[in-house]
């Protein structure tokens, strides 16, 4: 095990080595200053590129939208509600999908409406879907991002992933 200061871009390219695949769960709490993905995100991508590796998985809210998102009644409010709680994490995550999309790497960003405790099922939804108001247990991102990293799909693409 390697530890690394991604906020402080401290030992992330040695956190890199022989590594072939970055998967990035970063996530914000009260703890976290405002721009902590945007900023970490964009350390642990530039030590990528130092390093050569170049496959990216990242999640992020789906309070982050995509121009072909389709969008249901229930999804439309709940994340209406969750950018209004929570309008800085919203807007961060943004800012590291704009950085991620714009960099030349082989990325997929997953977008999550609400992550949970609970079992890895695997009986999980993911692409261009309307997520309602659920939850997704952080064990099945877990395994959806295995599974992008291990059948190759979603590359440079945004799905979005329910239960």
């Known amino acids: ?8 871009s401290v030992d992330i390219a040695a956190a890199l080595d022989d590594a072939t695949v970055v998967c990035n769960a970063l ?10 993905l945007d900023v970490a995100g964009g350390h642990i991508l530039d030590a990528m590129e130092s390093t050569g590796v ?3 998985l ?4 789906a309070t982050v939208r995509h121009d072909t998102d ?8 709940a994340v209406s ?10 807007a ?19 977008r999550a409406l609400r992550l949970a ?8 939804k993911t692409g261009d879907i309307t997520l309602g108001v659920g939850s997704v247990s952080y064990g099945d991102v877990a395994a959806f991002l295995l599974d992008c990293c291990e059948r190759g799909i979603y590359r440079q693409m945004q799905p979005k992933i329910r239960t």
Do not use: C, F, N
């Open 1 to 8: 095990m390697v530890e690394a200061d991604v906020y402080e």
């Open 117 to 124: 405790e609970g079992p890895t099922t695997r009986q999980y």
């Open 27 to 36: 996530r914000h709490s009260k703890l976290t200053p405002p721009d902590y």
């Open 70 to 77: 389709r969008i249901g009644v229930a999804e439309a409010l």
């Open 58 to 61: 990242t999640v992020v809210p």
């Open 81 to 90: 509600v969750l950018r209004l709680l929570r309008p800085t994490a919203t």
């Open 92 to 110: 961060d995550a943004a800012a590291h999908v704009e950085d991620v999309t714009d960099r030349d790497l082989d990325w997929t960003v997953v």
């Open 54 to 56: 170049d496959r990216y």
